[in-house]
């Protein structure tokens, strides 16, 4: 299957501070990814989704100026949460789909756990 | 709005009791249903990938299959290694988002 990578795998910070988080698809391009928040025994929220070369769609409830979101190549997405605080710690995971005719199978990445102090 | 109610919630199996998992769905106009695999702390893993009620597919142990209404997802024989929460999501419109039910923690003593 197609492979994602995050980094960093965790991440802990003051509460304050800006925190980035990138996603790679390695061996296929995406010109769509999708960023999922994931709480302790819940499951995948889609937050938004980022489109390269364009602005990023959020869903419902979730603040653009909080997490932002820049998909600057085929390759790479990165959300950066900015002014963390300790509500925003959890796992995040993105995803992606290879694409193709016929396929919308996302794989997702290894996830980055965020703990804010 | 879409739906995805998973059941049952937690799952405990001796090693080789074979079970089945269920996730039912209400959403208009189905892309796609996925199963998924997530151990602690990691990301999923795709197990499967289905398109249209009456289609099935195997990997291993694992059957998936889909109605007009639901999926299950069948495990035979399992081992300990098949521990796991195990997603369901929909695809619902070009888009491409994946709306994900609860999981079902599934725990194979050994």
Known sequence: ?117 | EDQVTQSPEALRLQEGESSSLNCSYTVSGLRGLFWYRQDPGKGPEFLFTLYSAGEEKEKERLKATLTKKESFLHITAPKPEDSATYLCAVCRGSARQLTFGSGTQLTVLP
């Open chain 1, 1 to 117: 299957g197609a492979v994602v990578s995050q980094h960093p795998s965790r991440v802990i910070c003051k509460s304050g501070t800006s925190v980035k988080i990138e996603c790679r698809s390695l061996d296929f391009q995406a010109t769509t990814m999708f960023w999922y928040r994931q709480f302790p025994k819940q499951s995948l929220m889609l937050m938004a989704t980022s489109n390269e070369g364009s602005k990023a769609t959020y869903e419902q409830g979730v603040e653009k100026d909080k997490f932002l979101i820049n998909h600057a190549s085929l390759t790479l997405s990165t959300l950066t949460v900015t002014s963390a605080h300790p509500e925003d710690s959890s796992f995040y995971i993105c995803s992606a789909p290879p694409g193709g005719a016929g396929t919308d199978t996302q794989y997702f990445g290894p996830g980055t756990r965020l703990t804010v102090l």
